[in-house]
């Protein structure tokens, strides 16, 4: 074997081990941020004003003294989101919350959100009020609504369909390398094996990438999925054709 053939299927063996490997790494193809973005919604009901409580009812273990926070007393991030919503046109503030398995992350992780406010679903509705009083005023600050879309199903199917194909995309190059390496004929030749490869490395590359095209270009992970999908069968129903014609 050439010094080229060396590369080319030294290569192609660490492209195979990724596609094999990165369809159980929960970053693969998937969001930067959490789809669930109504989970972090903030929103100023009320204020400025002395009494911003209103007809708020509170249960019977819960005092409004537990609810109700110093504006200079809150942690910084707590400090920084108030003021972020404070500053919305509409008084509604959606902030960006980055999934755990991206590397790096331009809103928040959800374990940096202050701990002074509720997000998600399942608890009481007053648990999810606090009284910010700032500068000298009362403003009553509602996070974390229940009403959303609920989970995207056919995302998650079209995610799970793509990540089978990587696996079946890595063993084709496994298979390919082994009889190349092997002498034998298979019907594909250098420019086929090299194209395999490299849409092997391509899709490699774009699923672990879509987190970050998403934070930082701006396209969708539906975008990124549904093309690189409809690309790879197309891609295997083109080679079939070609390879039986060519028998």
């Not at 005023?137 to 995610?159: A, D, Q």
């Not at 594909?188 to 194209?195: D, F, I, K, M, P």
């Amino acid at each position: 074997m050439d010094v080229d053939n060396t590369g080319v299927v030294a290569f192609a063996v660490v492209v195979a081990l990724l596609l094999v490997g990165l369809p159980f790494y929960a970053g693969t193809f998937s969001p930067g941020y959490s789809p669930n973005s109504y989970n972090y919604e903030h929103e100023i009901e009320a204020g400025p004003a002395d009494d911003v409580t209103g007809g708020l009812e509170l249960g019977d273990d819960t005092d409004l003294e537990d609810i109700t926070y110093e504006y200079e007393e809150m942690s910084p991030t707590a400090r920084e989101l108030f003021d972020r919503t404070l500053r919305a046109d509409s008084s509604e503030y959606v902030p960006d919350v980055c999934e755990n398995y991206v590397l790096v992350c331009d809103g928040y992780y959800k374990q940096d959100l202050p701990s002074e406010f509720i997000y998600g679903p399942g608890m009481s509705d007053e648990f999810r009020y606090s009284v910010v009083e700032y500068d000298g005023n009362g403003y009553l600050l509602r996070t974390g609504v229940e009403e959303g879309s609920g989970p995207n199903f056919l995302l998650g199917f079209v995610v799970f369909f793509v990540r089978g194909l990587m696996l079946l995309h890595g063993g084709a190059i496994a298979a390919a390398t082994a009889v190349r390496l092997s002498d034998r004929w298979t019907g594909l030749g250098s420019r086929g094996y090299t194209a395999l490869v490299g849409g092997g490395a391509l899709l490699v590359a774009l699923g672990v990438l879509t987190p970050y095209l998403e934070m930082y270009v701006g396209i969708s992970p539906v975008t990124i999925v549904v093309a690189s999908g409809t690309a790879t069968v197309i891609g295997y129903v083109y080679g079939s054709v070609v390879w039986l014609f060519r028998r």
